[in-house]
């Protein structure tokens, strides 16, 4: 028999919020985190907006001398998941340290670090590149470090798959807690990325809204008006037990995952699948993981990124998966407000998911002022909705084809 697992902890750093309440009051009230970029000079490129995290301070969890050997969505991760096991009210002992994992998304890892290290070489010579530079770098030493930080001694790792990575790691933990690999394991995910390089990429590949002068109007999904994703950064970091292990010691619990689900495309590097079957399928076997009705399902934290095809597309694999219940959802996408977190948006996706959950209510997607045809759903435009959610998806789609779905319910003993 598996194991139920449930979410004891909440931790996100984001660009609307650090920490869980600051996080959901800016969500239900539709504030946005996206403004001008303040890291570096924009002056050369087209897209002049992101959405950064503002007055982030680590000192709490990490001395400075420790902070000048990691790269930003490490400082990140570490916060978010000391912020989710503060939430929970649990604290890894050592008779516990071989039961507790930590698994995370991160879909690019340390790339401030490689610029910055890149450019000492080039002007001042190997001799000057960092000795840290390498586990700065990598993208699995936010797993590493946070299970340093905690003493957490079991299954650890790190998924890579772009947009989805943080969605694969929360699968990955489910898996591990539902078969008994594990009784705790911190999972989310983490990126950094707003940087010279990185944005520079993506506005070669066209793939990042240009409206730079209404920064907080630029991220639109669903809109008719939509003209590409903003970056975001931050970490979204969770609690996973299994529920016997919560119950014993009498954990808040905020939601239980049921089911979890994931495919590739097989079609382009970057571009969704045109009918967006592999997305439908991912939904598909996560429902049947939880085994559960599609008529079940109330809500669905859409990826939606505000790209012309992923919205579009999106909303097309669920009408395919939920045919006419698909109008009776509701499908929301905060990336609206947090922008698009990247690896990391999965793991804050979920945390707004369970807050629906525990909350019963939907953040909305705002900047929906313009209905397209082919987006016909109710995506909860511009304000948030009271509604009763016992069920919810939450999905992400990366780079390379890589579809992640996960299914989560109210906890009912």
């Known amino acids: 028999m598996k194991n139920r697992v449930v979410i004891t902890g909440l931790g996100p750093v984001s660009p609307v919020g650090i920490g869980k309440n600051n996080f959901w009051q800016s969500l239900i009230q539709g504030k946005c985190g996206i403004d001008r970029i303040s890291y570096f000079d924009t002056e050369k490129y087209p897209t002049k907006i992101a959405a950064e995290v503002k007055d982030f301070d680590y000192s709490n969890y990490i001395s400075t001398k420790e902070a000048n050997r990691m790269d930003k969505n490490t400082q990140f991760s570490i916060v978010a998941a000391m912020l989710a096991l503060e939430d929970s009210k649990l604290k890894i002992t050592e008779k516990d340290s071989y039961s507790a994992g930590v698994i995370i998304g991160s879909g690019i890892g340390g790339i401030g670090t490689f610029e910055k290290q890149h450019k000492i070489l080039l002007e001042k010579g190997p001799g000057r590149v960092s000795p840290f530079f390498v586990p700065m770098m990598i993208s ?119 089911g979890f689900g994931m495919t590739a495309d097989a079609y382009h590097i970057t571009a969704p699948a045109p009918e967006g079957e592999a997305a439908a399928k991912a939904m598909e076997i996560a429902l049947k993981d939880a085994n559960i009705e599609t008529s079940q399902i109330d809500y669905i934290n859409a990826h939606g990124t505000s790209t012309p095809l992923n919205d579009k597309l999106e909303t097309l694999a669920i009408k395919k998966v939920f045919g006419k219940h698909a109008y009776n959802l509701k499908v929301s996408s905060i990336k609206s407000m947090t922008g698009h977190m990247l690896g990391a948006s999965g793991g804050v996706e979920a945390i707004s998911t369970a807050l629906t959950l525990k909350n019963d209510i939907i953040p909305p997607t705002i900047n929906y002022n313009s209905p397209d045809l082919d987006c016909d759903l109710d995506y909860v435009p511009n304000k948030s909705k009271k509604e009763i959610v016992n069920y919810a998806m939450s999905n992400s789609f990366g780079f ?7 299914v989560l319910g109210k906890y009912k003993k």
């Open 140 to 258: 699995n030493i936010s797993a590493g470090e946070i299970a340093i930080k905690i003493g957490a001694k079991g299954p650890n790792g790190v998924i890579t798959t772009a947009c989805a990575s943080s969605t694969h790691a929360l699968g990955m933990a489910f898996k591990l807690l539902q078969h008994g690999d594990a009784q705790i394991i911190i999972s989310g995910g983490t990126e950094a990325a707003i940087s010279p390089m990185a944005l520079a990429g993506f506005c070669k590949m066209r793939a990042l809204s240009t409206q730079n002068d209404y920064p907080k109007k630029a991220s639109k999904p669903f809109d008719r008006e939509r003209d590409g994703f903003i970056m975001g950064e931050g970490a979204g970091i969770l609690v996973l037990e299994t529920l016997q292990h919560a119950k014993e010691r009498n954990a808040n619990i905020y939601a239980e995952i049921f």
């Open 400 to 406: 390379g084809g890589h579809n992640g779905v996960i």
